[in-house]
């Protein structure tokens, strides 16, 4: 794939690493486009999580004013006249098409960080023509998985993804912008707005526009006792960034996490605590299932939930309550008597009937690998998995998840999330497979 001889060797002096950030295109929509060419050049919206708000649009939407995150009640009429297509978001489907993207970033570098769903950064050092290399690796990705993917490469985090950002608005790049060129860099900055930047948020945003800096070009010459002051440690390792001085390195390995949470809107109002302890049951499991799957333990959970703040007008509530797991667990039978403890202690101890509960979830804190657990007295170093946990899981992962749960997850699940406009979970489910006759 066109390597050059500096792979492996030290790269020449004064030479920093090649930084590449490569994005998908309106990713959500061009994953449903995978297996529905009618959709190309036709309006598409994804929603988010309930069916709530646009998180994902295309350009053919963008351009008919729909703003993200705008609520789906409030764009019915522009959907109905324009002819906009409609997506539930399938993060089932979305999270095996990014696999398969990441699949492909790996075999064009030695260090791929993903750094969401639809972004890597990867390291580019040792390839002689950068952006042949980049091409070539997008025309794979569309060519194997049939995402569009744009890229930009500089010499840190923070310049790369101004690259990336330039390149997706600028046709004249073809897709990818290398900026390892100081010149390139003094020429483009002047032409990024400062609220573009990585990590500046509204807040940094305002105070930066108050001191007269509106580009990439007015920050990078800001001076570092200022940054910091500023915003703090984080601000100047930004201007630092935008300098061509590294703050941010690639993470080859995932840092271990720390905590974790399951959390689901309900698509109907839950106002019993029967329900309310179904929908906390699936999270509780869901999130036992999570901890298996990375070979950790909890030492914490706890449970939260509450009403829908955007109605004032109804009664509103909200609590959490949490618990120290001891022995530290990742077994489903314990999390969930755990959860039922923490939901019961925070359910409203007086008319309760009049709360209609939107949104409940479980986190788990206090993180260890499974080795690494504290022993309690009675606790043993090897104990064995149990096995009803151990029968569950193989069932699932055999027959598809939720082929067995617990009886008190529930049957009718009315709290379930609204997914009215889900797309078949095509590369996951042989059941959902289109059929050609």
Same mark, same amino acid.
């Given at each position: 794939?066109?390597? +050059?001889?500096?792979?492996?060797?030290?790269?020449?002096?004064?030479? /920093?690493?090649?930084? !590449?950030?490569?994005?998908?295109?309106?990713?959500?929509?061009?994953?449903?486009?995978?297996?529905?060419?009618?959709?190309?050049?036709?309006?598409?919206?994804?929603?988010?999580?309930?069916?709530?708000?646009?998180?994902?649009?295309?350009?053919?939407?963008?351009?008919?004013?729909?703003?993200?995150?705008?609520?789906?009640? /409030?764009?019915?009429?522009?959907?109905?006249? +324009?002819?906009?297509?409609?997506?539930?978001?399938?993060?089932?489907?979305?999270?095996?098409?990014?696999?398969?993207?990441?699949?492909?970033?790996?075999?064009?570098?030695?260090?791929?960080?993903?750094?969401?769903?639809?972004?890597?950064?990867?390291?580019?050092?040792?390839?002689?023509?950068?952006?042949? +290399?980049?091409?070539?690796?997008?025309?794979?990705?569309?060519?194997?998985?049939?995402?569009?993917?744009?890229?930009?490469?500089?010499?840190?985090?923070?310049?790369?993804?101004?690259?990336?950002?330039?390149?997706?608005?600028?046709?004249?790049?073809?897709?990818?912008?290398?900026?390892?060129?100081?010149?390139?860099?003094?020429?483009?900055?002047?032409?990024?707005?400062?609220?573009?930047?990585?990590?500046?948020?509204?807040?940094?945003?305002?105070?930066?526009?108050?001191?007269?800096?509106?580009?990439?070009?007015?920050?990078?010459?800001?001076?570092?006792?200022? !940054?910091?002051?500023?915003?703090?440690?984080?601000?100047?390792?930004?201007?630092?960034?935008?300098?061509?001085?590294?703050?941010?390195?690639?993470?080859?390995?995932?840092?271990?996490?720390?905590?974790?949470?399951?959390?689901?809107?309900?698509?109907?109002?839950?106002?019993?605590?029967?329900?309310?302890?179904?929908?906390?049951?699936?999270?509780?499991?869901?999130?036992?299932?999570?901890?298996?799957?990375?070979?950790?333990?909890?030492?914490?959970?706890?449970?939260?939930?509450?009403?829908?703040?955007?109605?004032?007008?109804?009664?509103?509530?909200?609590?959490?309550?949490?618990?120290?797991?001891?022995?530290?667990?990742?077994?489903?039978?314990?999390?969930?008597?755990?959860?039922?403890?923490?939901?019961?202690?925070?359910?409203?101890?007086?008319?309760?009937?009049?709360?209609?509960?939107?949104?409940?979830?479980?986190?788990?804190?206090?993180?260890?690998?499974?080795? /690494?657990?504290?022993?309690?007295?009675?606790?043993?170093?090897?104990?064995?998995?149990?096995?009803?946990?151990?029968?569950?899981?193989?069932?699932?992962?055999?027959?598809? /998840?939720?082929?067995?749960?617990?009886?008190?997850?529930?049957?009718?699940?009315?709290?379930?999330?609204?997914?009215? +406009?889900?797309?078949?979970?095509?590369?996951?489910?042989?059941?959902?497979?289109?059929?050609?006759?």
């Amino acid at each position: 794939m066109g390597r +050059h001889c500096w792979r492996g060797a030290a790269l020449p002096a004064g030479m /920093k690493t090649p930084i !590449a950030i490569s994005d998908s295109a309106n990713f959500y929509v061009s994953a449903e486009r995978l297996f529905e060419p009618s959709l190309k050049n036709t309006p598409v919206i994804v929603l988010s999580n309930n069916d709530g708000c646009a998180v994902a649009r295309s350009d053919e939407a963008k351009a008919l004013g729909i703003k993200m995150g705008a609520p789906f009640h /409030k764009l019915k009429d522009v959907i109905s006249k +324009h002819g906009v297509r409609v997506f539930s978001s399938n993060y089932t489907l979305y999270g095996d098409i990014s696999r398969r993207v990441v699949e492909v970033y790996q075999e064009f570098s030695p260090t791929v960080e993903v750094y969401s769903i639809d972004e890597c950064f990867m390291d580019l050092g040792g390839f002689k023509d950068r952006e042949a +290399h980049a091409q070539k690796m997008r025309q794979a990705v569309l060519r194997r998985v049939g995402i569009p993917v744009r890229v930009g490469i500089a010499p840190t985090k923070t310049l790369a993804k101004c690259a990336n950002d330039i390149a997706k608005k600028n046709a004249l790049f073809d897709g990818v912008l290398d900026m390892m060129d100081e010149q390139l860099i003094d020429w483009l900055l002047p032409k990024v707005p400062v609220g573009d930047i990585w990590g500046i948020g509204r807040k940094t945003n305002k105070k930066l526009s108050a001191l007269d800096i509106y580009t990439a070009a007015d920050l990078q010459r800001m001076p570092l006792k200022q !940054a910091r002051s500023v915003g703090t440690v984080v601000l100047e390792k930004t201007v630092l960034e935008l300098q061509g001085e590294p703050c941010l390195s690639l993470d080859e390995v995932e840092p271990q996490r720390k905590g974790m949470a399951v959390t689901r809107s309900s698509g109907t109002p839950m106002f019993e605590f029967d329900v309310l302890f179904e929908a906390v049951t699936a999270h509780a499991t869901r999130a036992a299932e999570k901890l298996r799957q990375n070979g950790l333990v909890a030492g914490t959970l706890t449970v939260f939930f509450h009403t829908n703040r955007h109605k004032p007008d109804r009664p509103q509530y909200a609590a959490s309550r949490s618990i120290q797991l001891s022995p530290m667990s990742c077994d489903t039978f314990e999390l969930v008597r755990a959860a039922r403890q923490c939901a019961r202690a925070a359910w409203p101890k007086a008319n309760s009937c009049q709360y209609g509960f939107t949104k409940a979830g479980v986190m788990l804190d206090d993180l260890l690998p499974i080795e /690494k657990r504290p022993l309690t007295l009675f606790d043993v170093a090897d104990k064995k998995p149990n096995p009803a946990v151990e029968a569950v899981d193989h069932i699932n992962r055999r027959f598809g /998840k939720k082929a067995i749960t617990l009886g008190s997850e529930g049957v009718q699940r009315s709290w379930k999330m609204r997914s009215e +406009h889900r797309s078949p979970r095509y590369t996951t489910r042989i059941s959902d497979l289109p059929v050609v006759r």
